[in-house]
């Protein structure tokens, strides 16, 4: 890859690695950290990395850059809790829903959350969401299941809390 | 298929976005049943996300720049190339130049400061030589006043610890101890007492006089590691390289003998 081929890269890809690394982590300065981290690698990786394999290089450097910044956060990050206790103390019934799929996504382990948003967000097939994360095909297919198990559940448990006048 | 517990989510998945054949779906649906799931309640209401529309604001300071190369300038490399080439392959042997020994060398001089201003403005007197793999980056670190996160506030991006005992490195005769923080391919670094965070928040006397070779380090901008880090993280995390974390570490060093005049000053001021 030369210099004209990264610029081209940050172009098409640095707004879907944000978004890849916000929606993940929930905070702009770790996602912008993510973004700047993944771009560097590959800057330092230019000669290496082939341009048409570049977007799977940035999402995997960012895949792993996430799980660290999330071990290394863990106790500013109160996953578990936070979106569920904020949804039930203010309910809303014209939060959207996707709004809401995104809080709750936030609070499922980070593997499916990575798993599930490479999923929906690009279009990864299985087998691509397995490189980039280093899981088996079969094992991104579970996390995947699971994390929209889980947030099915905790839709249907949020529609229970909030009393939606028709 | 051999539908298992431990594989029948990856399968469920396979029916859900229609890969199953019909036979597969009839026996992860007996599977299901048999594992007393229900089939309906697992099937309904399958959520998918909506990719969001954001955009990443800091684009351009992620680009490069394309180093060109003019053509005349290609052209005479070339010329000078195939000039060198004929010269030597032409040149009888024993006319050949000796090739010097390292030691026969003349070391050149090599500015490890950067070129640019907005970093650790250092004095030229106080360049020091022994750390020449010290490169100036092509951005500097800007470091500003106004996101100052505290000392403690950093404690969560620490992987590795590093203790540099540093005798006279402070005036109090006491060692001085660096703890390193790593973030991604950055180092942060901070000088503590004791090994304990707090115990350099609340040890004032100690901050007191490094602020005061900071301050003078960094031409007033910053009066503690807190700030000098804080704004490193927040405004150039990923500029803040090892190698200028060295330099930073160096100029602190170089800056001891600043730290007597300052430990007077600040003695005076705490003595009246």
Redesign the interface.
């Known amino acids: 890859m030369n210099t004209e081929q990264y610029n081209r890269c940050v172009e098409q890809y640095a707004d879907r690695l944000f978004r890849f690394a916000f929606s993940s982590l929930r905070n702009r300065e770790q996602a912008e950290d993510v973004v700047q981290e993944s771009f560097a690698r590959v800057w330092e990786k230019l000669k290496t990395v082939d341009y048409a394999k570049a977007k799977s290089y940035l999402f995997t450097t960012a895949h792993h850059a996430m799980i660290d910044e999330v071990r290394l956060h863990q106790h500013l990050t109160s996953l578990e809790s936070y979106p569920i206790d904020e949804l039930k103390s203010t309910p809303n019934p014209y939060l959207d829903v996707n709004d809401i799929l995104h809080k709750v996504l936030a609070t499922l382990p980070e593997m499916q959350r990575n798993a599930l948003l490479l999923r929906d967000y690009e279009g990864y097939s299985y087998h691509e969401i397995g490189d980039i994360t280093g899981m088996s095909e079969a094992q991104v297919k579970i996390n995947i299941f699971r994390a929209r198990t889980a947030l099915k559940n905790k839709l249907k448990s949020i529609d229970n809390l909030i009393d939606i006048e028709p | 298929m051999n539908i298992t517990s431990d594989?029948y989510?990856?399968y469920?998945?396979?029916y859900m976005e229609g890969k199953l054949s019909p036979e597969g779906a009839a026996e992860l649906k007996a599977f299901i049943t048999a594992q007393s799931l229900d089939w309906d309640e697992?099937t309904e209401?399958?959520?998918?996300?909506?990719?969001?529309q954001?955009?990443?604001e800091?684009?351009e300071s992620?680009?490069?720049?394309?180093?060109v190369v003019p053509l005349y300038v290609k052209i005479a490399s070339a010329a000078a190339a195939a000039g060198l080439l004929l010269t030597i392959g032409l040149w009888p042997e024993k006319q050949l130049p000796k090739v010097k020994l390292m030691t026969e060398l003349k070391p050149i001089e090599t500015p490890i400061v950067p070129t640019e201003p907005n970093f650790l403005k250092l004095p030229q007197k106080s360049i020091p030589i022994v750390c020449p793999q010290i490169i100036a980056k092509e951005q500097p670190v800007v470091f500003e006043k106004t996101e100052m996160p505290l000392l403690a506030e950093l404690e969560?991006?620490?992987?590795n610890v590093t203790q540099v005992t540093r005798p006279n490195a402070v005036a109090d005769e006491s060692d001085f101890e660096w703890l390193t923080y790593r973030?991604?391919?950055s180092l942060f670094f901070a000088p503590v007492a004791n090994n304990d965070l707090e115990t350099l928040e609340e040890n004032e006397e100690h901050l007191s006089l490094i602020g005061k070779g900071l301050l003078w380090l960094t031409n007033g901008r910053h009066d503690n590691f807190a700030s000098l880090i804080g704004s490193g993280m927040?405004k150039a995390?990923?500029e803040l390289t090892e190698a200028a974390t060295d330099m930073a570490l160096m100029a602190y060093y170089r800056a001891d003998e600043r730290f007597e005049e300052a430990k007077e000053r600040w003695q005076e001021k705490h003595e009246e």
């Not at chain 2, 209401?45 to 969001?52: I, S």
């Not at chain 2, 969560?156 to 992987?159: E, L």
């Open positions: 594989n989510e990856a469920f998945l396979d697992l209401d399958w959520p998918y996300l909506e990719a969001p954001i955009v990443y800091n684009k992620l680009k490069k720049k394309s180093v969560p991006i620490r992987t973030m991604n391919n927040h995390k990923h």
